[in-house]
């Protein structure tokens, strides 16, 4: 259980770090249009 736990939290991170990436690219692609 705990080891799925540990999973789920570094999963999370990695997709949340995915998404701001994304987020700051598309905002900085707006800025420069």
Do not use: C, P, Q, Y
Request: aromatic fraction near 6%; charge should be positive; proline fraction near 0%.
């Amino acid at each position: 259980m705990n080891k799925k736990k540990r999973i789920v939290i570094v999963l999370a991170i990695v997709l949340a770090s995915i998404a701001a990436k994304e987020w700051i690219h598309r905002k900085g692609w707006i800025k420069l249009n």
